[in-house]
T-cell receptor, first 114, second 114 residues
Framework: NAGVMQNPRHLVRRRGQEARLRCSPMKGHSHVYWYRQLPEEGLKFMVYLQKENIIDESGMPKERFSAEFPKEGPSILRIQQVVRGDSAAYFC????????????FGDGTRLSIL | DQQVKQNSPSLSVQEGRISILNCDYTNSMFDYFLWYKKYPAEGPTFLISISSIKDKNEDGRFTVFLNKSAKHLSLHIVPSQPGDSAVYFCAASLAGGGADGLTFGKGTHLIIQP
């Protein structure tokens, strides 16, 4: 399967814990995007990364959220000290290039905060 | 402030007929538009896109029309098939300059009736 791989598919955390969500882009893709979807809502852009660089983080909450895309390995979305409002589906997408290119999505990580 | 609007939460169409899904946008700087299809518990699947320099793009049963003056686009599916039952998201991008994050509508749930 050469698609975008996200893991885990489901993640349960208690308030105050840390959540780490991983995303491996499609083979050959070096552009990664993270989105969040709340129930009955569309996807909301969070952050756009290329290898080792954050290009656009205009959709990221100012505190507790961070993202990285290291030279080797998957992209990581990290949420520290999780709160109930962080419960959502988090989707990762990748593209071959930036600009006018379709973004291809993984199946998401469903984060539940107890 | 929703910049991409899909005003019909759901649409029911008979199998074999044409399905028309609509999308309006407010930001005149958007210059690239995409349609995605989403099944429950899966990520969005890219269907078709259109650049603002065109007014129509066709791919098999799927055609997207763009009316820039009205800031409106639509997705036509003909003939509609049972497997087309899904949630359809319209998305738009500013593209270029690193601002490649997609802005999504809230989706339209298409139901194809036998």
């Amino acid at each position: 399967n050469a698609g975008v791989m996200q893991n885990p598919r489901h993640l349960v955390r208690r308030r105050g814990q840390e959540a780490r969500l991983r995303c491996s882009p499609m083979k050959g893709h070096s552009h990664v995007y993270w989105y969040r979807q709340l129930p009955e809502e569309g996807l909301k852009f969070m952050v756009y990364l290329q290898k080792e660089n954050i290009i656009d983080e205009s959709g990221m909450p100012k505190e507790r959220f961070s993202a990285e895309f290291p030279k080797e390995g998957p992209s990581i979305l990290r949420i520290q000290q999780v709160v109930r409002g962080d419960s959502a589906a988090y989707f990762c997408a990748s593209s071959l290039q930036g600009g006018h290119q379709p973004q291809h999505f993984g199946d998401g990580t469903r984060l539940s905060i107890l | 402030d929703q910049q991409v609007k899909q005003n019909s939460p759901s649409l029911s169409v008979q199998e074999g007929r044409i399905s028309i899904l609509n999308c309006d946008y407010t930001n005149s700087m958007f210059d690239y538009f995409l349609w995605y299809k989403k099944y429950p518990a899966e990520g969005p699947t890219f269907l078709i896109s259109i650049s603002s320099i065109k007014d129509k793009n066709e791919d098999g049963r799927f055609t997207v029309f763009l009316n820039k003056s009205a800031k409106h686009l639509s997705l036509h599916i003909v003939p509609s098939q049972p497997g087309d039952s899904a949630v359809y998201f319209c998305a738009a991008s500013l593209a270029g300059g690193g601002a490649d994050g997609l802005t999504f509508g809230k989706g339209t749930h298409l139901i194809i009736q036998p």
